[in-house]
């Protein structure tokens, strides 16, 4: 418990001291309000993700992967997105996808789709696991992009309202901080007295968060981000 209270404090101290010196550049157009907002959001999440730091009640069986907290972190999301200050569509919790982008969007997702085949194609592929292949097949983009593409990026949005057009979307500093923590979540970590980073980690989730947060933008929905995921997690099992 106590490891993991220290390393969401870090996460969310970075964020806070980060996030208010980027504020304090743009100060027109920035809210420390709604940066408060999304440290709460991921401190919630965290404590969802580890039945709140493994005190909670233990209300699915044991299995290997955390169903539970996954689960529960999922529920957290959507009542969040269901407030007012948020919105189903504004945190792009919608199945309606913005006509002007679905084509691009398409194009780049199969060519992320294959991308991921090429690689899973490299790397030897063991016995198929149920429960690992089932896992991967629904909780992670199922429970991290309505957080992290979704009402996540929009209280980080909010917070810093000035952005610029590239490569057809809006994108701010609250795009990229929403990258940098979900690759944080990935990459960072305090254990044995002491914080741990890996590079590689945070290269392979916050580099294509980047992607995933364009198609999010594009379309105006996390459905796709979601089915990337999801299909990125278990091509390596399947193939």
Not at 86 to 110: D, E, Y
Not at 133 to 152: N, S, V
Not at 164 to 178: E, P, R, V
Request: aromatic share 10%; proline share 5%; charged share 10%.
């Amino acid at each position: 418990m106590t490891n993991d209270l220290i390393s969401i404090g870090a996460i969310l101290l970075m964020l806070l001291v980060v996030g208010g010196m980027l504020g304090a550049v743009q100060r027109g157009g920035f809210s420390f309000g709604w940066l408060l907002v999304a440290a709460g959001l991921v401190l919630l999440n965290d404590a969802l993700l580890t039945n709140f730091y493994h005190h909670g009640p233990r209300l699915l069986p044991p299995a290997d992967w955390n169903w539970q907290g996954k689960l529960f972190a999922l529920l957290g999301t959507l009542l969040i997105a269901s407030l007012p200050a948020f919105g189903w569509r504004k945190s792009g919790l919608t199945f309606r996808q913005n006509p002007q982008g679905q084509r691009s969007a398409i194009i780049v997702s199969i060519l992320v789709c294959a991308v991921f085949v090429y690689f899973a194609l490299k790397e030897p592929n063991g016995a198929i696991d149920r429960e690992t292949l089932a896992f991967q097949l629904t909780m992670p983009g199922l429970e991290e992009e309505p957080f992290y593409r979704g009402i996540l990026l929009l209280a980080l949005n909010e917070a810093f309202r000035s952005r610029a057009n590239i490569l057809g979307i809006q994108l701010g500093w609250g795009g990229i901080l929403s990258c940098a923590l979900f690759g944080l979540a990935h990459a960072f970590s305090y254990a044995h007295g002491a914080f741990h980073f890996e590079p590689m980690a945070m290269a392979l989730t916050a580099g294509p968060a980047l992607i995933l947060v364009w198609l999010r933008e594009r379309t105006g929905s996390v459905l796709l981000p979601i089915l990337l995921h999801n299909f990125g997690n278990s091509i390596s099992i399947l193939i």
